[in-house]
């Protein structure tokens, strides 16, 4: 758990078996990523990160999968993007005046 933990909480708020958790999915995943390609395979890829299905606290093993890195790099880039567009505030900017010449 390195530079992406840093100024949040997440670490915090896990369970105190978070390790053997951690352990479990990945040896239910047999050591390779879960998440499916395209064509519907399985990626063939070494799983590096324990992975929340659904964004949140729920550490339920149920919640949880095996991913590498690039598809648990996509996965929370895409998150990040929903996120934004829920919470996105009204500009605060004054609205733009049409152009003289045509009004």
């Given at each position: 758990?390195?530079?992406?933990?840093?100024g949040s909480t997440r670490k915090q708020r896990?369970?105190r078996d978070w390790d053997e958790r951690r352990?479990?999915?990945?040896?239910?995943?047999?050591?390779?990523?879960?998440?499916?390609?395209?064509?519907?395979?399985?990626?063939?890829?070494?799983?590096?990160?324990?992975?929340?299905?659904?964004?949140?606290?729920?550490?339920?093993?149920?919640?949880?999968?095996?991913?590498?890195?690039?598809?648990?790099?996509?996965?929370?880039?895409?998150?990040?993007?929903?996120?934004?567009?829920?919470?996105?505030?009204?500009?605060?900017r004054k609205p733009r005046e049409k152009h003289?010449?045509?009004?």
């Amino acid at each position: 758990m390195g530079e992406q933990w840093s100024g949040s909480t997440r670490k915090q708020r896990l369970p105190r078996d978070w390790d053997e958790r951690r352990d479990t999915v990945r040896d239910r995943a047999g050591g390779r990523c879960q998440a499916t390609m395209r064509d519907g395979t399985r990626c063939v890829e070494v799983g590096t990160d324990c992975d929340h299905i659904v964004h949140g606290d729920n550490h339920a093993l149920s919640n949880l999968q095996w991913l590498c890195s690039w598809h648990h790099d996509k996965k929370t880039a895409r998150e990040a993007l929903e996120a934004r567009r829920f919470t996105r505030v009204p500009s605060a900017r004054k609205p733009r005046e049409k152009h003289p010449g045509l009004r």
